[in-house]
């Protein structure tokens, strides 16, 4: 970590969702290859939100998308209710995709512009043969009710009369028209206004709590997913540097990186004052990550042992886990990462 | 009614100290098949020389178009009848050509765009498009101009400067890109730097940097900044007054601090009460604002906030509210206004009612999904 490792992976009987040493490579030709997830691993119990937050590049939609085997994972586990997913092909693993649904960034430009809201939204019932006795109709009506919009007035518009926040609730009706287990929301709020946002992520947390979802919940920020989420994950280059219940994770960041990213986080207080000394430099490149800890070449704390050993995945509280050598807090952290702070400072 | 003791001011309250840059009821509008679009619809603030202001609003409320204005950089034959004055160190702006302009344009004032490449000539070397305004503005020999482009670029904050002077924009990250359109704005030492959405493509950790850039140089050249955002988190630490845009109009203008500590607007409390923060449990309901800003192209003779406004009462439909002041420095454009016995009152007749004066009900304006 960011590391590997799963020792937060849990053992209990409700596990919905578990991703298990993710790996997804995407080869450049001579040898080289961009290593966007690399030994990615965490579950989802029923019903719960897992927030997936990192800087841009770090790998959440490729980790998202490997979950929907579009396209495969190069390597890991994918198992959705215990069944392996990686390996099924063809009907079998199209038969799991009403369990499964993902959506997205642009809710513009995932819909057709030129269809009608009411045929957008069945297309899952026509497509899975479940439009019988003219039950289809009435499933996308509550749907669209169910998100705000009026089936009497909405349903027979076409999809580019809408606004980006009508068209997202749009795309959340079309996703749990088939009453999914897993719901992979992909930076679902990021490109809407703040107010629209607002809508959004109540909208999510009513539909999570109708419809018994389970979700994963991708974004770049972290208020918005601390908003959301029962736990978080940080992802740095490919790794999970941190996992944890969303409010000891906020309260005590033991990885040095998760301490920056909320470090960073502008806050609408001018009160706050802006104290802490943001993380230097730029995100090193996918394709020839840093040896050891890939976190090591903006990190105030490394030492030595960063770039020669890979951390792994260990407990630091209550379900709070971290991958780093000389985590922040930690009451185990080695004094000289410490005295190291001190003169780097 | 409390609002006796709060009269409306004029427009442009003229600054007695030193204003660098002062908007004076600034109209631009477009001529469009749909109709007249009131982007920027009357607004008037001032700058003072070195000081900072944020202009904050959700999209489409006119923070680009307003910028553009200012700098003079929207096409002539776009914007009709622009009414109203741009006064750069009392010269008004408005009636210059692109000739005349070019000689502000880096000396004077420069801008920063969301999309670095807006500004940048992507098959042109890093270097050249530096020193270009270097040699043209202060008449710099090759090798002064390459030095004092390594000196920017350092100030700036990018490692290794002499290698980047020939290389690409595309060779670049999106940050070190942005540092680098900085940069280039910076060259010529300019008086006022515009700079819109400036770290809005970038990731959290990067914009801090950006931000905190920023700030520095604007302090340490004494420089002025008008910083454009949507978000309010950006200006709350870095800028001394902030003003408030929606549909085309500043509803709200204060020191920031007076604008977190006593703000007035209703759209102004809205936007703060919406914004999810970090110090908030998990699963707090969020206060949305409903609906959508209204059509630039159809404007309502009333308050332009009225549908969304928990205050809205019937008075607000009849007339846009002109602004008011009820502390130096502070104005607001409602009738209403929030933390005042009238923004009260309103209040409760609404939540008795169930519904405001426009017909919003107010179970959809608090903690509305729908
Ligand atoms: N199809 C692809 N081919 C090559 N590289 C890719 C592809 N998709 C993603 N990447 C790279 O993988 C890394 C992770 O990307 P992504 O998962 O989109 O990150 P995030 O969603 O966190 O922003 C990035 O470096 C990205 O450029
Ligand atoms: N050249 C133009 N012609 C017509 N309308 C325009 C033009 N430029 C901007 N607008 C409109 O002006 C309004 C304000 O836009 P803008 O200043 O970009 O908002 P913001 O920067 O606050 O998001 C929008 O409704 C936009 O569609
Ligand atoms: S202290 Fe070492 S292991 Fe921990 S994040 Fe920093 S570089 Fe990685
Ligand atoms: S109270 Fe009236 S004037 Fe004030 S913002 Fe609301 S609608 Fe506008
Ligand atoms: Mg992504
Ligand atoms: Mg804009």
Redesign the pocket.
């Known amino acids: 970590m960011a590391g590997s490792g799963t020792a937060h992976l849990r053992d209990r009987d409700d596990i919905v969702l578990t991703v298990e040493d993710l790996v997804v490579e995407f080869p450049l030709g001579r040898g080289r290859k961009v290593h966007a997830v690399s030994g990615v691993s965490f579950d989802l119990a029923e019903g719960e939100t897992l927030g997936l937050v990192g800087e841009s590049g770090c790998g959440k939609s490729t980790t998202g998308k490997a979950i929907m085997q579009v396209p495969r994972p190069t390597r890991g586990s994918v198992r959705l209710r215990g069944r392996e997913l990686t390996g099924l092909h063809g009907d079998d693993l199209r038969k799991t995709r009403p369990q499964m649904q993902m959506i997205f960034q642009d809710p513009i430009s995932s819909l057709n512009p030129r269809r009608r809201v009411r045929d957008i939204v069945g297309e899952g019932l026509s497509i899975w043969n479940r439009d019988r006795d003219g039950a289809s109709r009435s499933r996308v009506d509550e749907l669209l009710s169910a998100v705000g919009l009026d089936p009497e007035t909405a349903g027979g518009r076409r999809a580019h009369e809408f606004s980006g926040g009508q068209c997202q609730r749009i795309c959340i009706a079309r996703s749990l028209v088939l009453d999914p287990d897993v719901l992979i929301c992909d930076e679902p709020v990021s490109a809407l206004d703040v107010s629209v946002q607002a809508q959004i992520l109540n909208l999510l947390e009513d539909m999570k709590a109708r419809y018994g979802l389970t979700m994963l919940f991708i974004a770049h920020d972290l208020a918005v997913v601390k908003n959301i989420s029962d736990r978080v994950a940080v992802m740095y280059l490919g790794k999970v540097c941190e996992v944890g219940p969303a409010e000891s994770l906020y309260a005590r960041p033991t990885h040095p990186y998760t301490n920056a990213l909320l470090a960073a986080v502008p806050r609408p207080d001018p009160e706050a004052g802006s104290t802490s000394v943001p993380l230097e430099g730029d995100v090193p490149s996918p394709v020839d990550p840093p040896s050891g800890c890939r976190f090591r070449t903006r990190c105030p704390r490394a030492q030595e042992r960063c770039a020669l050993e890979e951390p792994l995945v260990r407990p630091v509280g209550e379900d709070h886990f971290v991958a780093c050598h000389f985590p922040v807090h930690a009451a185990d952290a080695p004094a000289d990462a410490v005295a190291g702070v001190a003169t780097m400072s | 009614m409390s609002i006796a003791a709060e009269l409306p001011v004029p427009p442009a309250t003229p600054d007695p100290v030193d204003p660098l840059l002062e908007v004076r009821d600034l109209h631009t509008w ?1 001529d ?1 098949p749909r109709g007249m ?1 009131r ?1 920027v619809d009357g607004v008037s603030f001032t700058l003072r020389r070195g000081a900072s202001i944020g202009i904050v ?1 959700e ?8 910028s553009r204005s200012i700098m003079n950089l929207l096409p002539k034959k ?1 914007a009709v009848p622009a009414s109203g004055e741009v006064l750069f160190e009392g010269r008004d702006l408005r009636p210059m050509s692109s000739k005349q302009m070019r000689s502000y344009w880096g000396p004077q004032m420069a801008m920063v765009f969301q999309d670095p490449m807006t500004s940048l000539n992507g098959v042109v070397k890093i270097g050249r498009q530096i020193t270009e305004g270097l040699r043209q503005h202060l008449d710099l020999s090759r090798q002064d101009a390459d030095a004092e482009a390594v000196r920017l670029l350092t100030s700036v904050g990018i490692p290794a400067p002499e290698r980047r002077l020939g290389e690409y924009p595309h060779q670049l990250s999106g940050g070190m890109r942005q540092r680098v359109t900085i940069a280039i704005a910076l060259a010529c030492g300019p008086k006022l730097l515009m700079a819109d959405e400036p770290t809005t493509a970038l990731d959290v950790t990067v914009q801090a940097q950006i931000l905190d850039l920023l700030a520095r140089q604007q302090a340490e050249r004494s420089m002025g900044m008008v910083l ?1 955002t949507h978000d309010l988190g950006v200006v709350a630490n870095r800028t001394d007054d902030i003003a408030v ?1 929606y549909a085309g109009q500043i509803v709200e203008k204060a020191s920031t601090r007076t604008l977190f500590r006593r703000m007035r607007h209703p759209y102004t409390e809205a936007l703060m009460r919406c914004i999810p923060r970090v110090e908030n449990p998990s699963h707090t309901r969020l206060d949305a604002i409903p609906g959508r800003p209204p059509d ?1 192209a159809a404007l309502p003779v009333g308050c332009r906030f009225a549908p969304r406004c928990r205050y809205a009462q019937p008075e607000c439909l009849a007339e846009n509210p002109p602004l008011f002041s009820d502390e130096p420095g502070h104005e607001y454009r409602c009738f209403f206004p929030v933390g005042t016995s009238a923004g009260a009152e309103a209040l409760e007749r609404n939540e008795r009612a169930g519904s405001t004066a426009a017909g919003t009900t107010m179970d959809l304006l608090t903690k509305a999904s729908a």
Do not use: D, E
């Open positions: 477009f469009t679009v982007a609003g999209s489409g409320s006119g923070k680009t178009v307003l776009a454009v845009m630039l």
